[in-house]
């Protein structure tokens, strides 16, 4: 089920374990757990394909004063991007203890 997906899809899918979030906050997430800089075209870019996929799903939420009655848009993980999330941390752990066996 799992195409090949890049680290920055990777990370993005990660950031939505267990709660949905909008963009400054992925982008925020990513940064405070990786240390690694997350452009917001870059973010929407990756966002737009994972839900073409169906790997997330989007919401919009209440429009609010405080900003301009925009509203924000929340992402989160569906059930097979849950299934390719394991999928990616599966194929990829035998690798991970490869390497550090080898350190």
């Known amino acids: 089920m799992a195409d090949?997906?890049?680290i920055k899809e990777l990370r993005v899918l990660s950031t939505l374990m267990g709660k949905e979030k909008y963009g400054l906050e992925i982008i925020q997430f990513v940064k405070d757990?990786?240390?690694k800089e997350l452009s917001l075209g870059g973010l929407y870019t990756t966002l737009h394909r994972?839900?073409?996929k169906g790997y997330v799903k989007g919401r919009h939420g209440e429009a609010t004063a405080e900003r301009g009655g925009n509203r924000r848009?929340?992402?989160k993980l569906t059930g097979t991007g849950q299934k390719?999330?394991?999928e990616a941390r599966d194929?990829?752990?035998p690798l991970w203890e490869l390497g550090v066996q080898g350190a």
């Open 4 to 6: 090949n997906l890049g």
């Open 33 to 35: 757990e990786t240390g």
């Open 50 to 52: 994972l839900e073409k």
């Open 73 to 75: 848009k929340y992402y």
């Open 84 to 86: 390719v999330l394991a």
């Open 91 to 93: 194929s990829l752990s």
